[in-house]
Every structure is written in C-alpha cells, then in structure tokens.
C-alpha cells in the first residue's frame, strides 16, 4: 500500500478538507503549498496502467510521519514542554501508521480491535501487541498491507457510517 493511498483513506475517514491536511502538515513540520494537496491526494499511476492520470506527488515515509505527527498535534494539540515537531523515526510505514492513528485518535487496544472487526478482520491482542512492539524485538511482527486497509476501513465505518 502506498503511502498516498494511505493518506487519501485518512482523509476520507476522518471528513478532512484540504486546508485542513496543509494545516497537519505544517503542524508536522512539512511545508506543503495549497496547490500540492491536491497531487498528493491523487493515487499513484499503476506502471502498467494505459490511462494517464493527472500529475500526482508520490509522498515519502518521512512526509507521511510528519503528516501522522501533526495529525496528533492537530486532534490533541500540542505536547507540553516540548517545542517544535518531533523527529522522523524511520520504522516499518504501516506499523507506524498503526501506532500514530491510536495516539491521534485516542484509541485503546480494544478500540483498534474493534475497528478491525467492524471490516470483518480478527486479530487477537497478541498479534496487536506484536505490531505495537519495536523494531528489533523478539515479538516484532510488520503489519501487512491487507491488515492497513482493514484498519482504515474500519476507521471510515466507525468515523463515516
């Protein structure tokens, strides 16, 4: 799953406009001019595709985490005592999707279940646990691109009924 598909689901879930995702960007320390929303809200041309899309703005992992770190400033405002965006981390995209959307959204771990039932999908504590855990750990399991898409279709079921 690319990471402007991801953000194209976000912002249909969450009812964002386009001022709105400029104003998270900012808030995550990425400058993104008002006529660039609309290229980055724009899936990606598949290479094997005939058709030609419009232009669209492939969006890196960092851009996408800056996104996910305003998007939690935007929903709970800003940590205290603490200035500015904080630092790219790096890990597995969908793993870090999974972990930014709890915070931003202020879910628990059965509020992430649930969501994942609400698309039809179980998935037991222990696999949640295991795409909560950090890199390198022993428990570590990468969340899979079909598990992203249920979780954000459970995210529209719940947001946008």
């Known amino acids: 799953m690319d990471n402007n598909d991801i953000l194209i689901r976000l912002r249909y879930a969450l009812d964002l406009k386009n001022s709105d995702v400029k104003e998270i960007f900012a808030l995550g320390g990425e400058q993104v001019k ?11 041309p598949d290479a094997d595709a005939e058709e030609t899309h419009e232009e669209n ?6 851009q996408l985490e ?13 940590k205290p005592g603490v200035s500015g965006p904080p630092e790219v981390s790096g890990e597995h995209i969908n793993n870090l999707v999974l972990k930014k959307l709890r915070i931003a959204l202020e879910l628990t771990s ?4 649930d969501l994942w039932k609400k698309a ?6 222990g ?8 890199e390198g750990h022993k428990n570590y399991k990468e969340l899979g691109d079909q598990l992203m898409r249920n979780l954000l279709k459970g995210i529209t079921l719940n947001y946008r009924p």
């Open 34 to 44: 008002a006529v660039e929303v609309p290229l980055i809200l724009t899936k990606t």
């Open 66 to 78: 800056r996104f996910l770190n305003g998007l939690i400033t935007f929903n709970r405002g800003p």
């Open 57 to 62: 703005m492939p969006l890196t992992n960092d």
């Open 127 to 134: 696999e949640l646990g295991a795409f909560l855990r950090k």
């Open 120 to 125: 039809g999908i179980n998935v037991s504590k």
């Open 110 to 113: 059965e509020d992430v279940l």
